[in-house]
C-alpha cells in the first residue's frame, strides 16, 4: 500500500483526536462559502509535494463537489506521482472559517468535520474545540487547543518566493473517562499561502496503543491559472 495512505490511515484512525467540533455545540451554516482564496479552484491547477519519507504526491482539484451530512464540500485529490494511488480530500468554507473532513476509518466511511483555519487570521487567535469519536467500539473525548503563530513566514518554493505564509499550530488532548485529566499526545503544524494553497504539514503524534509518529510534507512546484 502507499506510504501517504498507511501515514494517513494511521495517523487518522489512530486520533479520531483530530477532531474539531464546538466547545459549545450549535449549528453551523452548511454553506459553502467557497474555499477559493485559500485553495484556488481551477481543474488546471496542481501542487507538488515531498513527504518526509521522499514520497512525491500532486494535489488537484477535481471539479466535482460532493455533500457529505449535509455539508458541502470542494473535491481534491492527492495522486502518488509513482504508483498513481488517490487519497480523497474535502475542503469548505463555513460561516467564514475553513474546514476539512478527516477520514477516521480505513474504508473512508467515517469523517470528522475539522476547522483548520480561522476566516482572519491574526498572530495570537486561538481557538479550542472539543468532541466525543467512537472508532472500534470506544469513545475517545478530544480536545484541540489551537493558535495562529505566523502570517509572515516566508519560503522559496521552486525558485519563487512566498511570503506572508499563515502558520496554524494545534495541540491534541485525549482522555478515555470524562472525569481524566486531559493527556497532550502530539501536535499538527499547518502553513497556508491565500490565494496558493498549502504549503507545508508538520505532525507529530503520540497516541499510546495506537500511533508514535511523526511525519511532514513541503510544497515543492505548483501550476495555478490566473
Given at each position: 500500500m502507499n506510504k501517504i495512505i498507511k501515514l494517513s490511515s494511521l495517523l487518522l484512525t489512530g486520533l479520531g483526536i483530530v477532531l474539531f467540533s464546538s466547545c459549545e455545540p450549535k449549528e453551523i451554516d452548511p454553506t459553502n462559502q467557497g474555499i477559493g482564496e485559500l485553495l484556488p479552484l481551477n481543474t488546471n491547477n496542481w501542487w507538488l509535494y515531498?513527504?518526509?519519507?521522499?514520497?512525491?504526491?500532486?494535489?488537484y482539484y477535481t471539479?466535482?463537489?460532493?455533500?457529505?451530512?449535509?455539508?458541502?464540500?470542494?473535491?481534491?485529490?492527492?495522486?502518488?506521482?509513482?504508483?498513481?494511488?488517490?487519497?480523497?480530500?474535502?475542503?469548505?468554507?463555513?460561516?467564514?472559517?475553513?474546514?476539512t473532513l478527516i477520514k477516521i476509518d480505513d474504508a473512508g466511511n467515517t469523517f470528522v468535520k475539522a476547522q483548520v483555519l480561522n476566516g482572519d487570521p491574526k498572530v495570537g487567535d486561538t481557538w479550542e474545540n472539543?468532541?466525543?469519536?467512537?472508532?472500534?467500539g470506544l469513545n475517545f473525548y478530544a480536545k484541540t487547543a489551537c493558535e495562529i503563530t505566523s502570517t509572515s513566514e516566508t519560503a522559496t518554493v521552486n525558485g519563487t518566493t512566498l511570503d506572508n505564509i499563515i502558520v496554524s499550530?494545534?495541540?491534541?488532548?485525549?482522555?478515555?473517562?470524562?472525569?481524566d485529566n486531559w493527556v497532550e499526545c502530539g501536535t499538527m503544524i499547518m502553513k497556508f499561502k491565500r490565494g496558493k494553497g498549502i504549503i507545508a504539514e508538520d505532525y507529530d503524534f503520540q497516541v499510546p496503543g495506537f500511533v508514535d509518529k511523526s511525519y511532514g510534507n513541503h510544497l515543492i512546484d505548483y501550476h495555478l491559472v490566473e
Open positions: 515531498e513527504a518526509s519519507d521522499s514520497t512525491i504526491f500532486r494535489r471539479g466535482r463537489d460532493t455533500v457529505i451530512d449535509n455539508f458541502n464540500y470542494n473535491y481534491f485529490e492527492q495522486v502518488n506521482t509513482v504508483s498513481g494511488t488517490i487519497v480523497k480530500e474535502f475542503y469548505g468554507k463555513f460561516e467564514g472559517n475553513y474546514y472539543t468532541a466525543t469519536i467512537q472508532y472500534s499550530k494545534t495541540k491534541l488532548y485525549a482522555k478515555f473517562n470524562p472525569l
